[in-house]
């Protein structure tokens, strides 16, 4: 451990709270040097959605490189990245009548969102864009900007600007597509008319919360009605984290535009992509670029995974199996331990619990990891645990993850009443 704290710099989280070295992965579960094996209920924070090492993928790409296969191709045609393209279409795309064009962006989410703003600024000639309350949109500063947690925005160093923002579904109890509303049509409101608004379907750091289906068509509706563009961030609740391929799926409305990262390089491997609507595609050539725009190995693996869990209905089947099964444990628990949780959260296989204190979740947490498992929290205060694991998790391995939080959860609860008393 001494060279992690000799040479990697502070600014490290997730190693803070599992001090571990860890050496081989495989599914849903992490080893470490000494062999102690640690079911992974954070699964690279939504880029492993299919899991660690997934056999199906990595014959696709040792077969790949073997054949001396493009690795680097910043943006040149090459056969990986013309049959991903193929593949997008013919399994997510055309069955959802989504009539998109790709654009690839560096290999970050934050870099798609700031390529999604920079064009929905540079096709309407405004500037403002609204965003919500806990939203997270990434580091970079014009994402930054958009995203609410102080905590981040407090490593910016300058004023972040461009951005306007209203409450999301349930904050305060504050109606903000009423608000939204209002003053867009009061010329005396002070809102900027924005080019687009920038949401999460359900937000993931920002505590799980899921805005639901009727508040999703209200926003499209008034943004129609303004001529402002939706934007979707799908980064962290795409690629069927929460039950269907894209977060907005349930809601029927169609985003202007779709950022998508994480997962969708199917095996972990960097990539990113903005969909927009063929209308929108104003780019200039190299407008917005970046090395690292042609992984040509993400784009292996992405049409794999594609092809592999989305040409038919299962893998959908399966995730609502999956996601019952940790929201029968939620409701449990809820009964269970009063004393330690207020509600659960998300939706999905993006979903968690929230506790009475961020105190609560972390002491949780932590046990959870003495007794074999990685899991994170989530929210303004950290005070949501949130279950995510590997979308192809098993139903003996997620009982076995759940029967962990609960033993943790009975632990914290026995301490809370010890303290109590």
Avoid at 304 to 314: F, L, N, Q, R, V
């Amino acid at each position: 451990m001494d060279i992690f704290k000799k040479q990697e710099s502070k600014v490290r989280s997730y190693s803070n709270n599992f001090p571990v070295v860890f050496n081989k992965a495989k599914g849903c579960w992490l080893e470490t040097e000494e062999g102690a094996r640690y079911l992974d209920f954070l699964a690279g924070a939504g880029s492993l959605n299919y899991g660690h090492n997934n056999p199906v993928f990595k014959q696709a790409l040792l077969e790949y490189i073997e054949m001396d296969g493009i690795t680097h191709g910043l943006d040149m045609h090459s056969d990986a990245k013309a049959n991903f393209l193929t593949v997008l279409n013919k399994h997510i795309l055309e069955p959802r009548e989504l009539n998109y064009k790709v654009q690839f962006t560096g290999p970050t989410g934050t870099n798609a969102v700031e390529a999604a703003m920079k064009l929905a600024r540079k096709v309407t000639g405004r500037t403002n864009i609204v965003a919500f309350t806990n939203g997270f949109h990434g580091c970079s500063n014009g994402a930054l900007a958009a995203t609410g947690n102080q905590h981040h925005r407090g490593g910016a160093g300058m004023p972040l600007a461009g951005i306007s923002r209203i409450p999301y579904e349930g904050y305060a109890d504050i109606d903000g597509l009423a608000l939204f509303e209002t003053m867009l049509n009061d010329n005396s409101g002070g809102l900027d008319k924005p080019a687009a608004v920038l949401l999460e379907v359900v937000q993931g750091e920002g505590g799980l919360n899921a805005a639901s289906n009727q508040w999703l068509q209200k926003l499209s509706k008034i943004c129609q009605q303004h001529d402002i563009l939706v934007i979707v961030d799908d980064i962290q609740a795409g690629c069927g984290r929460t039950g269907t391929f894209f977060s907005f799926e349930p809601s029927g409305i169609k985003p202007d535009i779709v950022t998508l990262s994480k997962s969708i390089g199917g095996y972990g491997l960097p990539m990113a992509v903005v969909l927009l609507k063929p209308e929108l595609d104003v780019w200039k050539p190299g407008e917005h670029n970046g090395t690292f725009r042609g992984n040509n190995h993400a784009f292996v693996t992405a049409a794999k995974a594609i092809e592999t869990y989305w040409s038919t209905p299962d893998f959908e089947q399966h995730i609502a199996a999956r996601s019952q099964q940790i929201n029968t444990v939620i409701q449990r628990s809820l009964k269970r331990y009063p004393s330690l949780f207020v509600k659960g959260k998300g939706r999905g296989m993006m979903s968690g619990i929230e506790c009475k204190s961020g105190d609560i979740a972390s002491a949780i947490s932590a046990a959870c990891f003495d007794n074999g498992m990685i899991i994170e929290t989530a929210g303004p205060d950290d005070e949501v645990v949130k279950f995510f694991c590997p979308l192809t998790i098993s139903e003996s391995e997620l009982e076995k993850g759940l029967s962990i939080f609960d033993k943790a959860a009975e632990k914290i609860a026995e301490k809370t009443l010890k303290k109590a008393s």
